[in-house]
């Protein structure tokens, strides 16, 4: 229930990206009819012919650049590429991932920098960034919450200020927060801050974490 409801919560947001600006209550249920459409049509009970909605699939796969280089000639029938890591699926063979390529249509997006610190003089982070952050946390980074990143709120860890000074947004002062923890930290129950090595200090009520 737990991973459904990331689910939902994904396939709503990327509605969002894609133009549609109904309510998040609407793109939920939107988002629940495309699930069990795609959950059909694996199962084969409905037909071929999809809506451009379903054919709408983002998948993050994360491939090494010297993993994109083939090693020497090997044995007939093994693969000589390596092993990537799609998000929410697991491994996948470059093999596999040539396949999917070969036969759907495929956007590819820039590579990304994890080392970029640039900051903005604006609230909310641009796409970049908020994909920088998403891919560094994987997960929110309250102790113990497992919630996926890319369903969570991205918290201001020294808070942003409308009138303070410029660059107050940027990837170090950026984490991944699920609703419930970022609410927690908002209203002062708890306050944290992220050390030199990229971990994440909390104190709450009741001490450290």
């Not at 009970?45 to 090997?74: C, F, I, Q």
């Not at 909310?124 to 980074?141: A, F, G, I, N």
Request: aromatic share 6%; glycine share 6%.
């Amino acid at each position: 229930l737990h991973e459904l409801t990331d689910l939902v919560d994904q396939v709503a947001h990327q509605l969002r990206v894609d133009g549609d600006h109904s309510p998040l209550g609407v793109r939920k249920i939107t988002a629940l009819r495309l699930i069990t459409r795609a959950a059909r049509t694996a199962r084969g009970e409905v037909g071929l012919e999809r809506t451009d909605h379903v054919n709408k699939v983002r998948l993050y796969a994360h491939v090494s650049a010297d993993d994109l280089e083939p090693l020497p000639p090997l044995p007939a029938g093994e693969d000589p590429y390596a092993v990537a890591r799609v998000e929410k699926l697991g491994a996948a063979s470059m093999a596999k991932l040539r396949q999917w390529v070969a036969h759907h249509q495929v956007t590819f997006v820039p590579v990304l920098n994890m080392a970029r610190g640039d900051a903005v003089d604006v609230h909310d982070p641009p796409v970049w960034m908020r994909e920088q952050v998403t891919l560094r946390d994987q997960h929110c980074v309250f102790p113990g919450c497992t919630r996926d990143a890319r369903s969570c709120d991205l918290d201001h860890i020294v808070p942003y200020q409308p009138d303070g000074p410029p660059g107050q947004t940027h990837p170090d002062n950026l984490a991944a927060l699920c609703r419930r923890h970022h609410r927690a930290k908002t209203l002062g129950l708890w306050r944290y801050t992220r050390t030199p090595d990229g971990a994440y200090q909390w104190h709450g009520p009741w001490g450290s974490a």
